[in-house]
């Protein structure tokens, strides 16, 4: 409200309830905005934010309390209880809003809203505005300016406060206890979603309602594939498997990937590839901090990649001029990480003014550097292909440099090798 300007007011609707099949719907998930805005869990919801409102700036409309749906579909706030417990200065019923927004939003110069991002309550505030300029011979004064509230409240996103790095803090470590659990339960015969399930678990049982994404568990050839979703094909000795996973608690993400190998020894070629990935991963760290720009950590996965390949006799040619034209790309298709927070692909921008983001601390990002050898790639030996490795981390910028949230979860080949066959001495 402050960054808003006088005599405006900002509106944000609660994510819709999604119909999953006839009379089902999907596990509701609050709109990242709204829930950062107000921690409101419920839908049918609508923040008004009025900066200078006599009767109070944060207005929440939200449903009634009924012991009847309470009965079926469990507890409302209600009302007093978006005051009492969720700090509105005032609130209404959400049935009433056709009598009550209309009159809040008369007389404002600017309306901020996100236009587009809600097709259903576009239209609802539009016939709203066609309410008012319908008056206006009356003297009603409809608003004179629309304007995109995201970018405000995506900046503001951007950087996370020590509570909101403390959240994602505590989604990380469950996360790794997920990952580690999986590579303690992999061997042959198993199929990938018998892993998927052992993350499940560990995300349930740390509190966690549900993955902060669709989790990616992809053995041998499947791993070369980004955004694998099947997680149904056999995991079988000699192979990799990538698992890309992570929970989040209160809307706030993790995002953790991890790749080993399905019987717990890495084969020569595995390693190196594994290794190459690991330097990039580990570079990428000494290059995030305030004052780098938010490119220098892909730059820096890139340089390591693209050198490692040519020592491999994967790349052919002088690393500069491989660099320059990209030869790398085949291998290394994707840039090195995104924002994080509670969009796992976070809002914010990665450029101002044509210009890369000055990092700053608060800012939380991934790093994940990969190498993908596709089976049918004719231009490598033959002992390379199939092989897909990508190691993820998740940070936050500090005054000096850069945070791992997400240190839980072995890295480097013996680590790896060691908890494998640990778990299974164990489950001899």
Request: proline share 5%; with cysteine.
């Amino acid at each position: 409200m402050e960054q808003m300007e006088p005599n405006s007011i900002a509106i944000l609707p609660a994510a819709p309830m999604y119909i999953r099949n006839r009379d089902v719907e999907h596990v509701y998930r609050q709109d990242s905005d709204f829930q950062y805005l107000s921690g409101f869990p419920e839908p049918e919801a609508v923040i008004a934010l009025i900066p200078g409102r006599e009767h109070g700036e944060y207005v929440l409309f939200c449903r009634e309390r009924d012991p009847e749906r309470e009965l079926w579909d469990g507890l409302r706030a209600g009302q007093d209880g978006a005051i009492a417990e969720y700090g509105a200065d005032d609130a209404f019923p959400i049935g009433d809003i056709d009598d009550i927004l209309p009159g809040l939003i008369e007389g404002r110069d600017r309306v901020y809203y996100a236009i587009g991002t809600n097709e259903a309550f576009d239209h609802r505030l539009m016939e709203w505005i066609k309410t008012i300029r319908a008056k206006a011979r009356q003297g009603a004064q409809p608003p004179s300016e629309f304007v995109a509230l995201d970018h405000l409240l995506h900046d503001m996103r951007l950087y996370k406060s020590s509570s909101e790095v403390k959240v994602m803090k505590h989604a990380a470590e469950i996360s790794a206890r997920a990952h580690i659990r999986a590579m303690q339960a992999s061997r042959a015969g198993l199929f990938e979603y018998h892993l998927e399930a052992e993350l499940d678990y560990e995300f349930r049982k740390g509190g966690a309602k549900m993955p902060a994404y669709g989790s990616i568990v992809a053995a041998g050839r499947n791993a070369c594939i980004l955004h694998y979703r099947e997680n149904d094909a056999p995991l079988k000795d000699g192979d990799l498997v990538l698992i890309d996973a992570g929970c989040e608690i209160d809307c706030y993400a993790s995002d953790i990937t991890r790749t080993f190998p399905v019987s717990g020894r890495f084969s020569p070629e595995q390693k190196a590839i594994y290794e190459l990935v690991l330097k990039a991963n580990e570079e990428a760290f000494k290059h995030i901090a305030p004052g780098k720009h938010w490119n220098e950590a892909h730059e820096a996965t890139v340089r390591v990649i693209t050198a490692g390949l040519v020592e491999l006799g994967l790349l052919q040619g002088e690393v500069d001029q491989l660099i320059a034209s990209e030869a790398y790309k085949p291998f290394y298709m994707h840039r090195a990480g995104h924002w994080l927070g509670m969009d796992v692909h976070d809002v914010g921008d990665y450029k101002i003014g044509g210009e890369w983001r000055v990092l700053e601390p608060g800012m939380a990002m991934t790093v994940e550097p990969g190498i993908y050898i596709a089976a049918d790639n004719q231009n490598v030996a033959k002992k390379w292909r199939g092989i897909g490795v990508r190691i993820e981390d998740d940070v936050v910028v500090t005054k000096n440099g850069c945070e791992i949230l997400t240190g839980g979860v072995p890295k480097s080949v013996a680590e790896i090798e060691a908890l494998m066959a640990a778990a299974r001495e164990q489950a001899a």
